[in-house]
C-alpha cells in the first residue's frame, strides 16, 4: 500500500488534471444529455389503427378489424390482442411478451398486415405504431384566430406553419386535427339530370376526364426535343362549372347548366375548442432519444417567427410536458443540492476541522457531475428516474469518502504510524471494496423487473450502481491525494483534536447500551424477534398500492354526450360546460376535442376529451381543482359522463396496457349478455366506497336509419345492390370525384345531389335512383327505411367479445379497494361469460411477484458475497440477520408516515439492504481485525464499536439527508421517489441500531463459544 500512496504522490498533478478534465466534460455533457419525464423504453406493444372513412360499425368490424385480428394473432410472442372496433376505424392493440425482441416481431406484424391489405376496403388507411414513451404527443399547439373562418385557418397552419416546422431536430411528427378541411362542392339538381337524360356516373365521368394531363409523346426539332402532354388541370370553380358533361340540341350542356359549385369543406368528424374559441391544435411528437426540452424549445422560435407573417391573425395557445420536466428536473437537482449542502454540513460538524472536512467537501460535487459522463456512456437520459438514483446516491458517495477520510484521521491522531495515510488505506480500503461490492451487487436483480416498475427503478438502480463505483474509484485514488494536500502536507497549527463534547457524551451513552445489551443479549435477540413479528403485523395492516400519482398541473376528463347526439349537438353541450372551465381561478388555458382524443383519430360523436392546464401559481392542488370541476359538472350536467385524470398516470396506464386503476373484463359471445353482466357489475361497484367514475367502457346504443333494399324488385329492373347503395350515398354524404391542385395544396371535389336529402329524413325515399335502361325512380319504391337502435362500438379481446367496466380510486389504496371488488364480483353467476380483473392492479401483481423474488435473489448474494468476506458462516450470519433486522424499520417507516408498501417503497426496502449491510461489514470486520490481535471477544466487541460508532452515525446521517429532501417532497415531480426514499430513510434508521447494538449481540452468540479466530 505505501507503493501505492507513492504512486499517488508522484502522479498527483495528473490525477487532478484528469478529474478537472472528468467534471469539465460531465458538466458539458449535462447540457446535452436528452431531458424527459421518464426514462426511455420500448413498450412490448403495437397499435394498429385502420381507417376507412364512414362506415357501419358491421362492415368495419367484419370486413377490417376480424381480417386484421386473424392475422395478427400469428405474430410470433404475441399473448394478447384487443380490438375497438368504431364506426369507420378499428384500433387494434397487439401485446407481446416481455424481453421479445420488439424489432424483428414489428417487421413481422407489417409484413402480416400486408399479406390481407388486398382483402381490405380499398380505402383503408393504416397506421402501425410501437408503443414506447414517446409514441404519444408530448405537446399540443392550439391554434385560432378573429379573422379567418375554420377553412383558412386550417390552410394556413397546415400549409404555411407546418412546412417550416418540418426539420426540427428531434421532431419525429405533426399531426393537424380540427378546423376545416376545405372541399368543392358539386350539388347535382336531380331534376336537370331528369331533363337533359343524364346519370351521376357520367357526369362523374365527365369531371375526371377535363381533370387529366396524359403523356401524348416526344417531337424533336432540330436539336431541341419537345415534351408533349394532352389535357388540362382544373384551378378554380370556373374551370369546373365550364366542363361540358353531355351534348343536347348541337349545344355542349355545361355542369354549371346542370349543377351549383361552391367552395365548402369536408363533412366534420372532429371539432376542437381552444380557449372558448373554435379552432385548430397540432400534436406534436420527438423522436424516442430527442431531448423534448430542445424540441420544444425549436418548435417555440419557429412559430414565432412563422406567426408574425400572418401580422397578429393567428393566436396560439400550448401545453407541453417539457414544462413539467423542466420543473420535476428542477425540483429534484434542488433535492440534489439541499443534500448536498446538508450532507457537507455534517461532515464539517462530526470531522472536527475544516481540513480533515475538506477533501470530502472537494469529491461530493465532483461524482455527481461526472455520473453525467456515465449516464452519456451508459446510452442513459435526464429524468426523474435517473437523477433520483443520483440523489440516492449521494449519502453512500460520502459514505466511502468519510470511511477513508475518517480512517485516516484515526490513525493520524493515535501518532502511532510514520505513514499514517499509507497504514489507514491499508488498513480500510480493502474491507471498504468488499463492502461497496456488496452495496452494488443488490442491484443487480433489480434489472428483471418488466413492466412499468422495470421501466422505472431500472435506471434508477443502474445510476445507483454506477455512481457508487465512480464514489469507489474516488474514494481510493482522489480522497488519498486530497488528503495528503490538504492534511498530511499543511504545515500551519494543527487543530484540536479532541472529539466535540457531544459525540463524546454520545459514544458513553451508546457504550453504556452496547454492554447492557451485551449483559441482556438473549433478552436483545428476544426483543428483535418480537420486533419482527410486529412488523409482520404492521405490514398486514399496510395500504398497498402500484405508483405514486404526483401533481402534473394538468387535468384530461373524458366526456361522454347523451346517445343519438350529433357532433353539432354534442360541440353546443360543451360550449357551456366550458363556461364552468373558464370560471375557475385555477385554469390558465384548455383544448377541448369533440369527436376525437389523444392518441385515438376519430371516435364517436358523442365522446371526447378535454386537456386543462393549470397555472403553477394556483394556491391549491391539481387533484383539488379536479374534485372541484368535478362536483360542478355533476350538479349542472347530471347527463354527462366524466372521467377524470392526469396526463402521464393515464399515459402510462396506456402503454403498459393496464388501462384505469380498476378494470372489470367480461368475456363472451353475446354482447347483450355481456351488456347486462357489465351493468350488474357497475352497479355492484358504485356501491364501493374509494370508487369514482365507475362506468361501462362502451358507448351507449344510437339511432341509425336503416335502409333495406327489395332485392328481388331490384333485380327486375336490372339494379344491382351495390348500384342501389351507391345512388342512395349520393344523396345523403356523395362522393370524391376528382381534386384541384392549388399551389401545394390538393383541394377533393365531392358530388352529390342538391336538395335538404342529407338533413330531412321524409325526404330519404325521394332520393332519384337510376335504372340501366335510362329510367329514373324514387329510393322508396324499391326499399324501406326504419330507425333501429345501434351499438357504436364492439370490443374484442383475443378474439371474444369484452365489455369492460372501469373506476378510477378517489381516497382509499388500491389494496382496500381491490379486496371490495373481489368481494363485489364474487357472487355474479357466470352464465355465458367469465370475469377478469385487471387494471393497475394487475399490473401491482405482477410487479410484486417480480420483486419477491429479485429480494430472494438480493438476499442469496448478500449471504453468499458475506461469507467469501469472512470466510464463517458464523460471522456472515450475524452480520446477515443484522441486516435483514434493518429491514423490518422499512415497515414501520412507511407505517408511521402513512405511505402506501408499493412498487416504489418495496424497491427501497430491496435496495437499503445493500446500504445497511456495508455497515455491518465495516463494523464485524473490526472485530475480528482486533480479535487477531490477540484481544478477548469481548474487548474487541468493545474496541470496534467504540472505533466505528461516529464513522456509522455520519455515514447514516449522510445516507439520510441525501434522501431527506426527495421523502420531504421539498421539490416538483419526484413523488414516485418519495415512498423509495421515506423506505431508505427507515432502513438507515433501523441500521445504526441493529448495526451498532444488535449485530454485535448475534457475533458474540455465535462466536463465544468458539474463541478462536
Not at 5 to 19: E, G, M, R, S, Y
Not at 464 to 475: G, H, N, Y
Not at 808 to 815: A, D, F, K, P, Q
Request: aromatic share 10%; proline share 4%; with cysteine.
Amino acid at each position: 500500500m505505501r507503493q501505492f500512496v507513492k504512486w499517488l504522490d508522484t502522479n498527483h498533478i495528473a490525477i487532478i488534471f484528469t478529474l478537472i478534465v472528468l467534471t469539465a466534460t460531465g458538466g458539458w455533457v449535462y447540457t446535452q444529455l436528452p431531458k424527459d419525464v421518464f426514462p426511455n423504453g420500448d413498450f412490448p406493444r403495437f397499435q394498429v389503427i385502420a381507417d376507412i372513412g364512414f362506415a357501419s360499425l358491421q362492415e368495419t368490424e367484419i370486413n377490417v378489424t376480424r381480417p386484421l385480428e386473424e392475422v395478427l394473432k400469428t405474430v410470433p410472442d404475441v399473448r394478447r390482442v384487443v380490438s375497438v372496433s368504431e364506426r369507420g376505424t378499428s384500433t387494434i392493440d397487439v401485446y407481446l411478451k416481455w424481453g421479445a425482441d420488439l424489432t424483428q416481431d414489428f417487421q413481422l406484424t407489417q409484413n402480416k398486415i400486408n399479406q390481407v391489405r388486398g382483402q381490405l376496403p380499398a380505402n383503408t388507411d393504416i397506421q402501425i405504431t410501437r408503443m414506447n414513451t414517446s409514441a404519444f404527443p408530448m405537446s399540443e399547439y392550439g391554434f385560432w384566430s378573429d379573422q379567418l373562418n375554420l377553412k383558412q385557418l386550417y390552410e394556413a397552419v397546415r400549409y404555411s406553419v407546418i412546412p417550416k416546422l418540418i426539420g426540427i431536430d428531434g421532431l419525429y411528427g405533426l399531426q393537424v386535427i380540427g378546423g376545416q378541411q376545405p372541399e368543392i362542392w358539386i350539388k347535382l339538381n336531380p331534376r336537370k339530370l331528369i331533363e337533359y337524360n343524364l346519370d351521376p356516373v357520367a357526369v362523374n365521368t365527365a369531371v375526371s376526364d377535363a381533370n387529366m394531363v396524359s403523356f401524348v409523346g416526344q417531337m424533336v426539332k432540330g436539336k431541341t426535343a419537345f415534351f408533349v402532354i394532352a389535357g388540362n388541370k382544373l384551378s378554380n370553380l370556373k374551370d369546373i362549372g365550364d366542363i361540358v358533361v353531355a351534348t343536347r340540341m348541337g349545344k355542349p350542356l355545361m355542369l354549371k347548366d346542370i349543377a351549383t359549385i361552391e367552395d365548402a369543406h369536408s363533412p366534420v368528424r372532429r371539432i376542437v375548442s381552444v380557449n372558448g374559441h373554435k379552432g385548430l391544435f397540432i400534436d406534436v411528437e420527438k423522436q424516442l432519444n430527442a431531448d423534448g426540452l430542445k424540441v420544444s424549445m425549436a418548435l417555440d422560435r419557429k412559430l414565432a417567427e412563422t406567426t408574425k407573417e400572418f401580422n397578429g391573425k393567428l393566436h396560439i395557445v400550448k401545453w407541453d410536458l417539457s414544462d413539467f420536466v423542466r420543473t420535476s428536473i428542477q425540483g429534484i437537482l434542488s433535492d440534489i443540492l439541499i443534500a448536498v449542502v446538508i450532507i457537507l454540513m455534517i461532515v464539517y460538524f462530526v470531522m472536527n476541522g475544516f481540513r480533515y472536512a475538506l477533501p470530502i467537501m472537494c469529491v461530493l460535487p465532483v461524482v455527481i457531475v461526472i455520473e453525467f459522463l456515465v449516464l452519456k456512456c451508459l446510452g442513459m437520459t435526464v429524468n426523474i428516474m435517473t437523477l433520483g438514483g443520483l440523489s440516492a446516491a449521494i449519502g453512500i458517495i460520502a459514505d466511502n469518502a468519510i470511511v477513508v477520510t475518517e480512517n485516516y484521521v484515526h490513525f493520524k491522531r493515535q501518532k502511532k504510524s510514520g505513514q499514517p495515510l499509507a497504514d489507514s488505506l491499508a488498513y480500510i480500503l480493502p474491507i471498504t471494496v468488499w463492502a461497496t461490492m456488496v452495496s452494488i451487487i443488490i442491484f443487480i436483480p433489480l434489472n428483471i423487473l418488466t413492466g412499468l416498475s422495470g421501466m422505472f427503478f431500472r435506471p434508477l438502480a443502474i445510476t445507483l450502481a454506477s455512481t457508487i463505483i465512480v464514489s469507489l474509484f474516488m474514494a481510493a485514488f482522489v480522497i488519498p491525494v486530497l488528503i495528503k494536500y490538504f492534511i498530511e502536507n499543511y504545515r500551519g497549527k494543527e487543530p484540536e483534536h479532541e472529539e466535540k463534547k457531544f459525540f463524546r457524551t454520545l459514544k458513553e451513552r451508546y457504550l453504556k447500551f452496547l454492554r447492557l445489551a451485551l449483559r441482556r443479549k438473549y433478552l436483545c435477540v428476544m426483543g428483535s424477534i418480537v420486533l419482527g413479528l410486529a412488523c409482520v403485523f404492521v405490514f398486514l395492516k399496510l395500504h398497498n398500492g402500484f405508483l405514486p400519482e404526483g401533481d402534473e398541473g394538468n387535468i384530461v376528463f373524458d366526456y361522454i354526450a347523451p346517445a343519438g347526439y350529433s357532433i353539432e349537438a354534442t360541440d353546443a353541450l360543451m360550449d357551456k360546460v366550458e363556461k364552468v372551465i373558464q370560471s375557475l381561478p385555477s385554469v390558465r388555458m384548455y383544448i377541448r376535442k369533440t369527436g376525437t382524443a389523444m392518441g385515438t383519430p376519430y371516435s364517436a360523436p358523442t365522446i371526447g376529451e378535454t386537456v386543462i392546464y393549470l397555472k403553477e401559481n394556483r394556491k391549491i392542488s391539481t387533484f383539488k381543482v379536479m374534485a372541484i370541476l368535478k362536483k360542478k359538472l355533476a350538479a349542472q350536467f347530471p347527463y354527462l359522463n366524466t372521467d377524470f385524470h392526469q396526463i402521464l398516470s393515464d399515459r402510462l396506464g396506456d402503454l403498459s396496457g393496464a388501462g384505469k386503476p380498476v378494470v372489470v373484463s367480461i368475456l363472451g359471445n353475446d354482447f347483450d349478455t355481456l351488456m347486462a353482466a357489465a351493468k350488474n357489475v357497475q352497479a355492484r361497484l358504485e356501491k364501493i366506497k374509494g370508487l369514482d367514475s365507475v362506468l361501462i367502457n362502451m358507448p351507449p346504443p344510437q339511432k341509425e336509419i336503416h335502409v333495406t333494399v327489395d332485392q328481388p324488385q331490384a333485380s327486375l329492373l336490372g339494379l344491382g345492390l351495390d348500384e342501389v347503395y351507391h345512388y342512395s350515398q349520393l344523396g345523403i354524404y356523395g362522393e370524391i370525384v376528382s381534386k384541384v391542385q392549388k399551389g401545394i395544396e390538393s383541394i377533393p371535389i365531392r358530388e352529390f345531389y342538391g336538395g335538404d336529402y342529407r338533413s330531412n329524413i321524409s325526404k330519404l325515399k325521394d332520393v332519384p335512383i337510376y335504372t340501366p335502361n335510362g329510367g329514373v325512380l324514387p329510393l322508396g319504391r324499391i326499399a324501406q327505411y326504419s330507425l333501429v337502435e345501434q351499438n357504436t362500438e364492439i370490443h374484442h379481446m383475443n378474439g371474444s367479445i369484452v365489455v369492460n367496466v372501469n373506476a378510477e380510486i378517489s381516497g382509499r389504496s388500491l389494496g382496500e379497494v381491490i379486496k371490495d371488488v373481489k368481494k363485489a364480483i364474487a357472487g355474479i353467476p357466470r352464465n355465458g361469460f367469465t370475469i377478469e380483473l385487471g387494471g393497475t392492479y394487475a399490473s401491482q401483481q405482477t410487479s410484486f411477484k417480480e420483486l419477491l423474488g429479485v429480494l430472494g435473489i438480493s438476499i442469496v448474494l448478500i449471504l453468499a458475497l458475506l461469507l467469501f468476506i469472512f470466510e464463517s458462516y458464523r460471522t456472515a450470519l450475524a452480520v446477515f440477520a443484522g441486516t435483514v433486522c434493518s429491514a423490518s424499520f422499512v415497515i414501520l417507516g412507511l407505517f408511521f408516515t402513512r405511505t402506501e408498501f408499493d412498487v416504489s417503497s418495496f424497491t427501497g426496502m430491496i435496495a437499503v439492504m445493500g446500504i445497511v449491510v456495508n455497515n455491518g461489514i465495516l463494523v464485524i470486520d473490526f472485530v475480528e481485525r482486533f480479535r487477531r490481535e490477540g484481544r478477548s471477544l469481548m474487548a474487541s466487541i468493545h474496541a470496534a464499536c467504540q472505533l466505528r460508532f461516529r464513522p456509522v452515525l455520519i455515514t447514516n446521517l449522510s445516507a439520510m439527508a441525501g434522501f431527506l429532501p426527495m421523502a420531504l417532497n421539498l421539490g416538483h415531480g419526484a413523488e414516485v421517489l418519495q415512498p423509495f426514499s421515506i423506505a431508505m430513510i427507515s432502513g438507515l434508521m433501523g441500521s445504526m441500531f441493529f448495526s451498532l447494538i444488535v449485530m454485535p449481540v448475534f457475533y458474540y452468540l455465535t462466536h463465544h463459544k468458539n474463541v478462536s479466530v
